[in-house]
Structure formats: structure tokens, C-alpha cells
């Protein structure tokens, strides 16, 4: 879970978050509601009615969304596919897996999770709403039932459509997976699917736009939906294919070795002068009495008054090298990215046996792919 996002529990062991974007479109969802849907479809309520029956709708909607990602996860723990974290954000909701599904059974059933809960929440909430007609329920339970009947349905169709990265197209990669055995072509497939539904959904909205006066709002939506689907399409496949290429890649098949190490003991203006000057690189590790114990950056070197530099050790502005900072050469070439990114570093020290053997950079990891992808290994 990023660490801009705001954690409200677990459940089944998994952490639960929202990301303040999730705050824009829950307000606004709220304000429709009690503004627009529920005054023309119960006109002459008090006006604080109106407004807790979209407090109450928003909150129920969202927690369907959240189930919806809930169900994906169980599937996936089920599957053991470990799930740490969900987060509501803008546009829905995700789950963070430490690794994808390996099979197409896997893909399958995790997919199809998602669309099948949103039915059945669907059935639930209809039955709710014909329970409070027959029974002369109030508003407050009725209109919410209603409008959330409707709206997951929405969501179970729409997430049906065949393209990656919605559900149903997750579906067809997995049959396309299994028919084939080709997790990349498989993949490539339903993104191309998933980036053609997103231009439909620009295309629409674009004309939603120019030709008409009420629903340009919708219109506007709907580019902005499809243009998330798009990107996260296109980064669905690339995704993929940097697993390929990353597949049976260790950290010593990527690595810099002969790494130069700066002393710590030298000043400032030593470092900058005798290193990054010299060598033009953007970072260097820091040795001291044998030990590397950090790696020293420009953006350190920056953070300190030039007045000062013939006065500060290189060792005073070193942030202390932590076990997340250094591998070992043996490591795989994925986990250390998943490293990287997680701890936001461009760079992971390797050691074996307590000696510095070389340096990963997210520039030697992107050279080895582009180099990788070019020549088709």
C-alpha cells in the first residue's frame, strides 16, 4: 500500500486503504445522488433526506466495489497468490499481488470472481428493494436498494467486456492462455481488445461532448475512463513482457561491476570534484574501514550548503545502507525490482559474503531489457 494512501482496517488479513483520490469521486458521487438521481425519483422530500440518502448510497456503493476487489483476493489466497492490500481510488478499486496468477485456472477463477460477486450483490439489493415496496419500507431503504441494484449490475457488465485490464478480459486471457500456452500472446490479445473498448469509450464521449448540452458531463467521464483503460492496458502487456524477459534473470546478470566506491572519510568537495565530476555517475556506495555502509547521491550533496562542503565528511550525509538496499548477486532480477520500486530507490547494492560486488541501477535494469527485448532472449 503506498504510503500516500489512508489505511481503514484488514479484513481476511488484508489491508485495507483508500487513496485520497477516492475522496473526489465519493463526494461527487454523494452530491449527484442527493442532488440529481434521488430528487427526481422522489420529489418533496426534505432536503436532509435527500442528503443522507446519498450519504448512505455512496457509502453502500463503494463498499460493493470493495467487496467486488474482496472476492478477487479471496480467490486468489485460495489460489495462494498473496494479496497484502486493496486500495479505493478514483476510478474503483485494486488489489496488490505479490505475484500474478502461473496458470490459466488461476487467471480464470480470480477474474471471474469479480463480475460474479457484483451479481449476486445485484440479486441481493433488487430483493431488498422488492422486500421494502412489499412491506411499505421507507425511502431510506428502498431508493438505496434500488439505485445499488442497478448500479452493480453496471458493474458486473461492464467489467464482462472482453478487454484487459476489466475482468472479462482477464477471462479471455485465460482462455486464450490455456488454448494456446502462451502467456504473452495471450496477453497482447486481450490488451489490444481492452485498448479498442477504451477508444470506443473515448469516441463516445467525445461526441457525448460536442453534441449535447446535458450530458457532456458524462461525456467527459467517459474519456477520462477510457483513457485510464488505455494506459493501464498498454501497461498490462509490458508488464508481462518485462516478466518474460526478466524470467531466470539474476541480480549478476544485470548488475555494474567493478563498482567505485567513494571513501567516506573525504569532504564535499573531494566527493563531488574527484567523483561525480570525474566519473559522471549520479550515485556511488561509501566504504569505510572495509564496510559499505550507504550509497551517497547528488540530491545528498545538493541538500547541503556549497559554503559548507570542504567542512562535511562524506559520511555525515550518507543515509545508512538498509537490508532493503543491498542483495545478494544470486537474487532474481524481479525481486530486486520489486525492491526498488517498493522502497522508491534507483538503486540496490549487491554484496556477497560482506564484499561490494556491484551496483543495479534502474538504468542498468532498463538497458538489459531494451537489450533483452531487441535480441529476442
Do not use: C
Not at 470506443?200 to 485510464?228: N, P
Not at 545478494?328 to 547494492?349: D, F, N, Q, V, W
Amino acid at each position: 500500500m503506498a504510503h500516500q494512501d489512508i489505511r481503514i482496517g484488514k479484513i481476511f488479513g488484508i489491508e485495507i486503504g483508500v487513496s485520497f483520490s477516492w475522496f473526489v469521486i465519493f463526494g461527487l458521487v454523494t452530491v449527484l445522488l442527493a442532488t440529481a438521481y434521488f430528487p427526481q425519483n422522489y420529489p418533496k422530500l426534505p432536503r436532509y433526506e435527500y442528503l443522507a440518502l446519498g450519504l448512505i448510497t455512496a457509502l453502500l456503493f463503494f463498499a460493493s466495489v470493495l467487496t467486488h476487489e474482496l472476492m478477487h483476493s479471496v480467490v486468489a489466497k485460495l489460489n495462494n497468490i498473496p494479496i497484502h492490500s486493496i486500495t479505493l481510488f478514483i476510478f474503483g478499486g485494486v488489489a496488490h499481488m505479490d505475484r500474478d496468477a502461473e496458470k490459466p485456472r488461476e487467471e480464470f477463477l480470480m477474474a471471474a470472481a469479480g463480475p460474479v460477486t457484483s451479481l449476486v450483490l445485484s440479486l441481493l439489493f433488487a430483493m431488498i428493494y422488492l422486500a421494502s415496496t412489499a412491506f411499505h419500507l421507507p425511502v431510506l431503504i428502498a431508493g438505496p436498494a434500488l439505485y445499488l441494484a442497478i448500479i452493480n449490475l453496471y458493474l458486473a457488465l461492464f467489467n464482462l467486456v472482453p478487454g484487459f485490464p476489466l475482468d472479462g478480459g482477464r477471462v479471455l486471457r485465460a482462455v486464450i492462455w490455456w488454448a494456446t500456452g502462451d502467456v504473452r500472446r495471450a496477453t497482447r490479445i486481450a490488451s489490444r481488445f481492452g485498448q479498442a473498448f477504451a477508444a470506443f469509450l473515448i469516441a463516445v464521449g467525445i461526441l457525448m461532448v460536442f453534441s449535447s448540452q446535458t450530458l457532456w458531463l458524462d461525456g467527459i467521464w467517459f474519456i477520462f475512463i477510457g483513457l485510464f483503460l488505455w494506459q493501464v492496458a498498454a501497461a498490462g502487456y509490458e508488464e508481462v513482457v518485462l516478466h518474460n524477459v526478466l524470467n531466470n534473470v539474476t541480480v549478476a546478470d544485470i548488475m555494474t561491476r567493478d563498482v567505485i566506491a567513494a571513501d567516506a572519510t573525504i569532504m564535499l568537495d573531494a566527493l563531488v570534484n574527484e567523483y561525480f565530476m570525474r566519473y559522471k555517475h549520479s550515485r556511488f556506495p561509501v566504504e569505510e574501514d572495509g564496510h559499505t555502509i550507504g550509497v551517497v547521491t547528488l540530491d545528498d550533496v545538493k541538500d547541503v550548503p556549497r559554503e559548507k562542503w570542504p567542512q562535511t565528511r562524506t559520511r555525515a550525509i550518507t543515509p545508512p545502507l538498509s537490508d532493503e538496499e543491498a542483495v545478494a548477486s544470486t537474487t532474481p532480477a524481479e525481486e530486486a525490482l520489486s525492491r526498488m520500486m517498493a522502497a522508491k530507490r534507483g538503486h540496490l547494492i549487491v554484496i556477497d559474503d560482506d564484499v561490494l560486488v556491484g551496483i543495479m541501477t534502474m538504468n542498468d535494469l532498463a538497458t538489459a531489457v531494451r537489450m533483452r527485448r531487441g535480441l529476442g532472449v
